[in-house]
C-alpha cells in the first residue's frame, strides 16, 4: 500500500490551508475529513492518496474553467478586491500543484 508521510513544512502548511478552508465553511464531507485527518497525523495512504489528488486536480480543474463564475461573483460581491481575488486564486493554485506533486511522487 502507497504511503505519504508529511515531513516538508511546505505541504504541511498547505494541508493546513485546505483543511481551515474547510473548517471555515464548517464543512464534515469526506475530502473534509480527509484533510482533517491528514493534518492532524501527518500521514495519507492509499486510497486517501487516491482522494487526495482526485480533489487537488479537480480543483485545478476547476480554476483553469471559464471566467465567467469570477465575473458572477464579483458582480454579486461588489466590495471584492478584483486583484486581491486573483492573487489568491494563484496562491491557491501554487499549492495545489505543489500538493499533487508531492502526492504523485
Known sequence: MAKRIIKSDRIKQIIN???EDFRFSS???DYALLFYKA???GVITGKEIDDMIEYVTTG???LGNDISWRQEYLAE????D???MLDTMKTIEEEYRDLLEFLKK
Open 39 to 41: 493534518e492532524t497525523q
Open 17 to 19: 490551508n485546505i483543511a
Open 82 to 84: 478584483e486583484v486581491r
Open 27 to 29: 464543512e464534515m464531507g
Open 60 to 62: 485545478l480543474e476547476e
Open 77 to 80: 460581491n461588489p466590495g471584492t
